[in-house]
């Protein structure tokens, strides 16, 4: 019995130490590499560099539009992400406290549009906005950024709101509330740390999301942070030490974000726990 549970515990650890290593050797690997300069990659690529050289992080901003595709993910990710929480608290407050006719139907049609990947609606969407000029525009990328990511935004609001007693609800409407001051003046002040985990999740999956604006953007100008990255390799042959300075810079500010609201996002994810 003791050997089976010291072999179960060794599988453990390796198991866990494996999925360590693929976690983390990618960041390893970029970090190393950034501060490299093509000669010293060249000779070996999993070395540490010899000198921390911020070459080509300035070779980023000087010669690729790197702040001009940081300009475009600051303000598509920021539009997005005001509809996007809107959207979320709306409909979370009518799905998990309201009652309407059809309320379970419409849940689990949000429930089942999540399971579509990207790549199997991409040709509708593009089909979509081609049709009513949405191409080449922030609106367009902020709308189906939207479309696509609000459901699992609501089903996490709905299932939060849910558990908050219909009393409070009831006593808002005596005392005069209509809907939409329930939602704003009494139930989005209390679900603010759930607001800022869905915050989060949803921030970091605009400012990452690639196909929807590899299909969308097709204006150098245009172009968000992640879809710049992607196209520089191909469009300036860029060498992998620059590329993973672009990518750490790209990583930076999310990085930045999750610290600032490090504490919002464990008190919503702690929240369902404590309802109960």
């Known amino acids: 019995m003791i050997k089976r549970n010291n072999s179960a515990r ?31 990659y060249t000779q070996s690529n999993t070395a540490f560099p010899a000198s921390m050289n911020l070459e080509n992080y300035a070779y980023v901003f000087r010669n690729m539009e790197f702040s001009r595709f940081i300009l475009n993910s600051i303000i598509t990710v920021t539009t997005g992400m005001v509809l996007y929480i809107i959207i979320c608290n709306a409909a979370g407050f009518a799905l998990g406290l309201l009652r309407f006719r059809f309320k379970l139907s419409i849940f689990s049609f949000i429930l089942f549009f999540q399971i579509f990947p990207q790549m199997v609606i991409a040709a509708q969407v593009f089909r979509i906005c ?47 509330a209509g809907v939409f001051r329930q939602l704003f003046s009494i139930m989005m002040p209390m679900a603010t740390p759930m607001i800022g985990t869905i915050g989060i999740v949803g921030s970091l999956a605009m400012w990452t999301e690639l196909p929807f604006s590899l299909l969308l953007i097709s204006e150098p100008a245009k172009r968000p942070l992640s879809l710049g990255i992607a196209i520089m390799k191909g469009e300036h042959g860029i060498p992998v030490p620059v ?15 999750y610290f600032i609201f490090q504490k919002t996002i464990h008190m919503g994810s702690t929240a369902g726990a404590v309802k109960g």
Not at 28 to 40: C, M, P, R, T, V
Not at 243 to 257: C, F, G, K, N, T
Request: aromatic share 18%.
């Open 243 to 257: 590329l993973s300075a672009a990518i750490l810079v790209s990583a930076a500010i999310p990085l930045i974000l």
């Open 130 to 176: 081609s049709k009513i000029g949405l191409m080449n525009s922030y609106i367009g990328l902020v709308l189906v950024w939207t479309a696509y990511f609000a459901p699992f935004g609501t089903y996490i609001m709905s299932t939060y709101y849910a558990t908050i007693p219909r009393s409070m609800i009831e006593s808002a409407r005596i005392d005069g």
């Open 10 to 40: 060794i599988f453990t650890y390796l198991f866990l130490g494996i999925i360590t290593f693929v976690s983390i050797y990618p960041l390893y690997f970029a970090f190393i590499s950034s501060f490299k300069n093509l000669a010293e």
